[in-house]
């Protein structure tokens, strides 16, 4: 039985359905071209912004790359908030800033800044929040000062003006001290008092002898990638009482003389005993 599209006169009863489906199928087809058209376009856009991006934020010349993701932020907010006792609308306000702070130092500075995005971020947007007191700082091995930097930055911010010193051998190149001071004045020091560089071993007795003209109401100790670690009390004994003193979650050091005030990342924060009060019987 011949098919009923062959038939002449079913062809010619059929041809105004055929052209009205022919002609849909071209809408369909000329729509569809359009948006896959306008998809190529966004995504060269994309690609291009980021290529732009990746130079600002890339792993190059770092410890890690300077873009987080989504959940990254969402947990270090909620590890902010649980150690400073702030809500979770403050501590990512803090922790944004924080963010915009570090890609600002390094994208101005020489070198890098050691730690990962979480760590360092987490300890820019915690410690003005957890009431230092004072604005005394040392940071025990500096790298390059960005870190000490941006966390001046941050203690501005946050109303306290800090006097930086930053201790660190400097073994590795003999010119590295000029080029800490270079990065320490992004954080507004301007060299009238507000930061200092010590150079030598904190170690050795004279080096710490040299740094106790002063009570530091903070205190950073960076675990050394080689060598003994840092004594946190002797750490400790430089501090004011409740200090924060800031150790790598990686030193297993302890200090009967320190208290516990929580963990952010790589970052465990504790605290020297309070200042002795008297009471009147």
Request: glycine share 8%.
């Amino acid at each position: 039985m011949p098919s009923l599209l062959s038939n002449r006169l079913a062809q010619r009863m059929l041809r105004p359905a055929f052209s009205l489906v022919e002609q849909r199928m071209e809408r369909v087809t000329t729509a569809f071209q359009t948006d896959l058209d306008a998809l190529h376009h966004e995504v060269a856009d994309l690609r291009r912004r980021q290529y732009g991006l990746s130079l600002l934020l890339d792993r190059a010349g770092r410890d890690g790359d300077r873009m987080p993701t989504a959940t990254q932020i969402d947990t270090l907010v909620r590890e902010v908030a649980a150690v400073t006792g702030r809500d979770r609308d403050h501590a990512r306000r803090e922790v944004t800033v924080a963010y915009r702070h570090l890609v600002a130092v390094e994208a101005l500075g020489t070198g890098g800044l050691a730690g990962t995005l979480s760590d360092v971020c987490g300890r820019l947007a915690a410690v003005p929040q957890l009431a230092p007191p004072n604005g005394e700082v040392l940071e025990i091995g500096t790298g390059h000062g960005l870190f000490a930097a941006a966390l001046r930055r941050m203690l501005h911010r946050g109303g306290v003006e800090a006097r930086l010193t930053v201790v660190d051998p400097l073994a590795d190149a003999p010119d590295r001290a000029e080029l800490i001071r270079g990065n320490l004045a992004l954080g507004g020091a301007d060299g009238a008092g507000t930061a200092r560089l010590v150079r030598g071993d904190f170690a050795r007795p004279e080096i710490r002898a040299q740094l106790a003209d002063r009570h530091y109401g903070i205190v950073v100790v960076n675990t050394p990638q080689d060598g003994p670690r840092h004594d946190l009390e002797q750490a400790a004994a430089l501090a004011a009482p409740d200090a924060l003193i800031l150790v790598t979650s990686t030193d297993r050091s302890r200090a009967d003389s320190l208290r516990p005030a929580g963990r952010i990342a790589q970052t465990r924060y504790l605290r020297t005993a309070p200042a002795h009060t008297d009471t009147l019987a």
